[in-house]
């Protein structure tokens, strides 16, 4: 028994699982998880030695590697003037500024201590802006735990309403959830006629990075655009994922389309627990204590967490050829894992958009939540465990993203190519 194991054998007897977030007990894989120790660079090494090139990057946020020097030593440089306060500080306002200068549409930012924290804010501005209760999601966009969000498409027996996809959520809450088909434009306007003047809001990952990596169909992002501006409904980007990572200005940005609120999540903490949700002055206006919208949190703007992010967002916004050597290195990774695929003969989809990539183990399309579940679940698990073999740490569930960052070299991209070829040879052969 390894160390990494007999800790998970430790920690099952204390935590839910041996785990405090569901993915990282290793079930879709079969496995038991890697305990992680240190990182540095494109790299993570376990309580056992072990050193694996992470494509996981900590789900997102480590855009600049593990251990970035630059982030490192203004957390060092924070922790001296103390952890917490609860009151405001200086750095808070200077990373609020600064986002508003780097995201379109952005004029005022409310921290908060995670993503999830931030959605369930921004839907309840929504509801409370625009006085009504309703929103819309999308089959397979994961936007946090709050009860509103985990909510399934419901039965023809309850028509268009939704129903809770986890004991413990009030069938009430999930009613007013209703459920949408990513890249499904007509989907999204049969809930509107169905519910006129009735819901407040539509929120989708730009880029649904949930269920894998799907991107949005050309128009599919501007049409609900047009559909939240004829309903009077707002349009929400969960940029959780993609905030400062497909560009400075996020999806905005690199789409071109307008949201009226934007969520963020732990890449502006440079990994650390941060959320925030984002939007015009007039919107923003109607939180607490400006407005009559209600939310607080003793650790929002946490002085450690905002030097962190502050350090790596000013490092982006001022170092854009970032994005440039990402989103290459992750064309450069994508084209070899098609070709690898293509050689062997294997039915592998390699979807990817900017610095996200996600193989899919199906011969067909994928372009939205039912396409993505017909990709083999066993066979991702028998890739995964021979990537890890390899030395390749990859997200250990089909429905998850690979996350490039700049800390990844064009030797470390051939060494996973090198991998992916005699993986998919040996499952294949």
Known sequence: MDCSEELFERAKKVLPGGVNSPVRAFRAVDLHPR?????????????????????????????????????RQAVEKAVKDGLSFGAPTRREVEIAELMTRMVPNVEMVR???????????ALRLARGATGREKIIKFEGCYHGHSDCMLVKAGSSAVAEEGAPSSAGVPAGTAKDTLTAQYNNLPSVQALFDQNPGRIACVIVEPVAA????????????????????KEGALLIFDEVITGF?????GAQEFFGVRADLVTFGKIIGGGMPVGAFC??????????PCGPVYQAGTLSGNPVAMAAGLAQLTYLNEHPEVYTRISA????????????????GAGVQINQVGSLVAPFFTPD????????????????AQY????????????????????LSDAHSEEDLEKTLCAVKAVLAQMYS
């Open 35 to 71: 305990f992680i120790s240190r990182a540095e660079g494109a790299y993570i090494y376990d309580e056992d030695g072990n050193r694996f090139l992470d494509y996981v990057c900590s789900w997102g946020p480590m855009i600049l590697g593990h251990n970035h020097p630059v982030i």
């Open 111 to 121: 921290m908060t201590s995670s993503g999830t924290e931030a959605v369930m804010s």
């Open 210 to 229: 949930n269920m894998g990596v799907v991107g949005p169909d050309p128009g599919f992002l501007q049409g609900l655009r047009q559909i939240c501006d």
């Open 245 to 249: 990572r497909l560009a400075k200005g």
């Open 279 to 288: 939007g015009s002055r007039a919107l923003m206006e109607q939180v607490a």
């Open 329 to 344: 290195s992750a064309d450069y990774l994508a084209e070899g894992m098609r070709k690898a695929a293509a050689e062997i």
């Open 365 to 380: 399309k994928v372009d939205n939540f039912a396409d993505a579940k017909h990709s083999d679940l066993k066979k991702y």
């Open 384 to 403: 995964f465990a021979k990537m890890l073999a390899q030395g390749i740490y990859l997200a250990p569930a089909q429905f998850e993203a690979m996350f």
